[in-house]
């Protein structure tokens, strides 16, 4: 009979592990922690993940029970101490590096023209218990940390994430990011900074934001509208020359303002660079940020990433890699197959039956257990 891979195991198959054999070699990860390997440990973490375990002691329980099929992972069982030590102690970098190598080799597949990438940015929250206060104290009695995210919505992966506490402004995270030149940038109040549009501007990028509601615009241009629409008015303008009392607006070049009434009535000025696209094209540019709080929601809720399994930083950093690791996975085994189309359904079905000896493209519907030969099919009819 034909050997049949579990489903982690195809999943893990996406894992680039020539690249992550190198990562683990530069940051020494398994010099000094050679009860369990960096590899066992990202296999626990993503079982973890995947599986929706919410707990070290659930995730080393599980693996047990399916020891035997560690080994055709190049994985084994692990005490929780153990696991648990590697998290506190092992680089968190090798998990982050891993996840932007894979996010590398996922996106250099999409073949895009200049200025036709859209990416969103912003960041979302993860509150933390009070064994966190000795690195991510918010205020008296709070405790949080941060994930900054580039999210790319026609590829529907992030492909740059940053962790930071929670005590850390967005604009801050923001400036150490990546930017591709000519591309698209979409982003809320929470990133309002004119050197910092001013050198994405200077990058050639299309930036697509909000106004603070006491942010006047000198106009200079008032362009025509539909009549009875959403857009209510298109006007171009300048922003304050000055950023406050003593310092000057690096952004000195004309914006855009495009006043649009969403459905629930209330009404947003939305700013831009790009004095050419159509109102309505802005418009709905700016509508596409809510692809990412969808992620956000996404992430939190299928991946248990609410629920942290150990207390330090690295720990956390770790965690969050591994969970945007295991999307990135799902992603890439779901392009594999055309039967579920629903990602939400798909990361139900592999959580089903992760440890199990199924195709991927069989998850909803597998194929009936069929004897090998007719003389083993009479045998079974001759049992009483």
Known sequence: MRHQNSVLHDLLKHVPWDSFDRLVARHGADERMRRLTTKSQLIALL?????????????????E??????????ARPTQR????????????AVFADLFAEMVGRAHRGLR?????????????????????AHWARFSAGVCGAKTHVIYDPDADQPIY??????????????????????????????????????????AGCRIVTRFKTNTPLTVTAELEVAQGGAILSDRIGLLPRRQAKNRKNPLSDPVREVRVRIDTGKVLRILSNDLDASAQKIADLYKRRWAIELFFRWVKQTLKIRHFLGANENAIRIQIAVALIAFLLLRMAQATQTAVQSPLAFARLV?????????????????????ANSDQLQFIWAVP
């Open 161 to 202: 994430a940053a962790v930071t506490t929670a005590n850390v402004n967005d604009i801050t995270a923001a400036q150490a990011m990546p930017i591709e030149a000519g591309a698209t940038y979409v982003f809320d109040l929470g990133y309002y900074d004119y050197g910092w549009w001013a050198k994405m501007d200077a």
């Open 47 to 63: 079982y973890g993940q995947l599986s929706g375990a919410s707990s070290l002691r659930e995730i080393v329980g599980g693996l």
């Open 351 to 371: 959580r089903a039956n992760l440890m199990h000896r199924r195709r991927i493209d069989h998850l909803r519907n597998p194929p009936p257990l069929r004897p």
């Open 81 to 92: 101490s153990t696991l648990a030590e590697a998290n506190a102690h092992r680089p968190s």
């Open 65 to 74: 029970s399916h020891a035997a099929r560690l080994y055709h992972l190049g």
């Open 112 to 132: 895009r023209v200049v200025g036709e990438s859209v990416y969103l940015i912003d960041s979302t929250s993860l509150p933390l218990t009070s064994r966190s």
